[in-house]
């Protein structure tokens, strides 16, 4: 089985420029969710979709971030423009997502992750 | 507001000798916990959970205690081996809600 795959591994820009993320989760996989990880912190959820609904991104800094994911598959993650404290690890995951604890089907699955530097 | 909180940031041990990580939480909702594995430049891989209805749950080298009414649990490897030096995160979940919240992490070094 495949795992989540992410790209690019690694991005480097100046603040105020954009930049995307892309991921494509886990075949049959109908939660799709972006975290950001800042370093010696752990992942914080940045938006999370249920097929191609958006379920939370309440943490999502709206004014700048912005996520979709097109036909319930791959996401996309953009920063318009990047800040500097904008600099972490994008992961991406997904699970199959019953909702219900303690099945397998809840465990999340990560992707590499970018590693996004605003200079 | 941190709902799960490792206190230690890192934690070394020599080889064969048994690992205890802890995480503490403070939502009772919390209905489901894991621990995550991850090694530098990769994403988190799942390592085990367990569901709030048991106590205890084993895999191996890995186990992963629960205790309710102290709201927390704790992950113990044994024997450590040097492949085990990563960073562990624990995460905790509510059922029908999807979301997973993670804890700071710690960071193992098996000492050969």
């Known amino acids: 089985e495949a795992g989540v795959a992410q790209s690019p591994r690694y991005k480097i820009i100046e603040k105020r420029q954009s930049v995307a993320f892309w991921c494509n989760p886990i075949s049959g996989h109908a939660t799709l969710y972006w975290y950001q990880q800042i370093l010696g912190q752990g992942p914080k959820l940045l938006i999370q979709?249920?097929?191609?609904?958006?379920?939370?991104d309440s943490q999502l800094p709206k004014d700048r971030f912005s996520a979709e994911r097109l036909k319930g598959v791959d996401s996309t993650l953009k920063i318009q423009p990047a800040k500097l404290e904008d600099s972490a690890v994008y992961l991406c995951?997904?699970?199959?997502?019953?909702?219900?604890?303690?099945?397998?089907?809840?465990?999340?699955?990560f992707g590499p992750g970018t590693r996004l530097t605003v200079l | 507001d941190q709902q799960v909180k490792q206190n230690s940031p890192s934690l070394s041990v020599q080889e064969g000798r048994i690992s205890i990580l802890n995480c503490d939480y403070t939502n009772s909702m919390f209905d489901y916990f894991l621990w995550y594995k991850k090694y530098p430049a990769e994403g988190p891989t799942f390592l085990i959970s367990i569901s709030s209805i048991k106590d205890k749950n084993e895999d191996g080298r890995f186990t992963v205690f629960l205790n309710k009414s102290a709201k927390h649990l704790s992950l113990h490897i044994v024997p450590s081996q040097p492949g085990d030096s990563a960073v562990y995160f624990c995460?905790?979940?509510?059922?029908?809600?999807?979301?997973?919240?993670f804890g700071t992490g710690t960071r193992l070094k098996v000492l050969a």
């Open positions: 995460a905790a979940f509510t059922s029908g809600t999807y979301k997973y919240i």
């Open positions: 995951a997904s699970s199959a997502g019953t909702g219900v604890a303690g099945g397998n089907k809840d465990t999340q699955y």
């Open positions: 979709f249920q097929n191609n609904g958006v379920v939370d």
